[in-house]
């Protein structure tokens, strides 16, 4: 009975240590993995500092201005070179204003000038002169109630250009209109005044329109020639022509004169300058028939 009870105790006693054997590798395996976990863990880091040496801290170049990059000198000679450039044109503009300055001066002393001129022209074609004929001719029917008066300049292409609008008007108003023409020889024209005495001269053999409209027609290239060969086309004598011309110089002279005081008494400032009924007028036709349909109606 002895040796059964001590063989039950042993078995007793074997199985309580195997149970803790059991117990503590369990135990130790749990540490063991966990040792490897962490052990795998380090290795996987290690291999990916391996992989990226650098990705964990960027690098950065500092440039100092004691230790300047190439490019930066490169930058520095380009924007120099721009500075002189541009201090270049700065000073040629500085020049250019100089020398511009006396001509945008005199610009403006101009268009100063036209705007007073404009500003007295509007003034001028407000009133109404009393303009005498005295011993103008007259073209057209000498009793009409509407009387066009032209100061002109022989020499001056606008007076060429606008001949046409006094005829016009006559051929409008048949019975209605006279015309009659002074002189205004501008001083620059220097044949201004020889062709207003040779159509003077004109009018002592009765063709003083003939020679108006000869002249006025192209008076491009005038000189005396020029008058003697339009006095042949219009059926003058030359050589009493040429003999008026020299015996009546004075009295033709005095004649440009009245017409000139009279010009600078009614305002003219320049040619060709037309007054209707004694109110200035610009050379427009339409405006014109406006002007002397209103005047008739009166």
């Known amino acids: 009975m002895n040796n059964r009870l001590f063989v039950a105790v042993a078995i007793l006693v074997m199985g309580f240590l195997l149970f803790v054997f059991s117990v503590v590798q369990n135990n130790n395996n749990a540490i063991l993995d966990r040792v490897a976990m962490q052990q795998e863990k380090i290795l996987n880091i290690q291999q990916g500092l391996a992989l990226k040496p650098n990705s964990a801290a960027p690098s950065f170049q500092i440039v100092t201005p004691s230790q300047p990059a190439a490019a930066s000198s490169g930058s520095n000679v380009d924007v120099n070179a721009l500075l002189n450039k541009i201090a270049a044109l700065e000073s040629r503009l500085a020049s250019l204003e100089t020398d511009a300055k006396p001509v945008i001066d005199q610009v403006k002393a101009q268009k100063a000038a036209y705007e007073q001129?404009?500003?007295?022209?509007?003034e001028a074609m407000k009133k109404v002169h009393d303009i005498t004929i005295g011993n103008s001719p007259v073209r057209g029917n000498k009793n009409a109630p509407v009387t066009l008066v032209e100061f002109t300049d022989f020499q001056c292409p606008y007076c060429s250009r606008f001949h046409s609008v006094s005829q016009e008007l006559l051929k409008a108003y048949p019975d209605k209109v006279k015309f009659v023409l002074k002189n205004y020889p501008l001083p620059f024209h220097q044949e201004a005044k020889p062709a207003a005495k040779a159509v003077l001269a004109a009018?002592?053999?009765g063709k003083y329109w003939e020679m108006v409209d000869a002249i006025l027609k192209d008076n491009s290239a005038l000189n005396t020639a020029k008058y003697e060969e339009l006095a042949k086309s219009i059926g003058l004598n030359v050589d009493k022509f040429r003999k008026d011309l020299k015996a009546n110089d004075a009295a033709y002279e005095k004649a440009l004169q009245?017409?000139?005081?009279?010009?600078?008494a009614v305002s003219v400032r320049g040619t060709p300058a037309f007054y209707l009924n004694g109110r200035m007028t610009p050379p427009d036709v339409s405006a014109m028939k406006a002007a002397i349909d209103e005047a008739l109606k009166k």
Request: zero cysteines; a negative charge.
């Open 203 to 205: 009018k002592e053999q």
């Open 117 to 122: 001129q404009r500003k007295e022209m509007e």
């Open 258 to 264: 009245d017409d000139m005081a009279l010009a600078a």
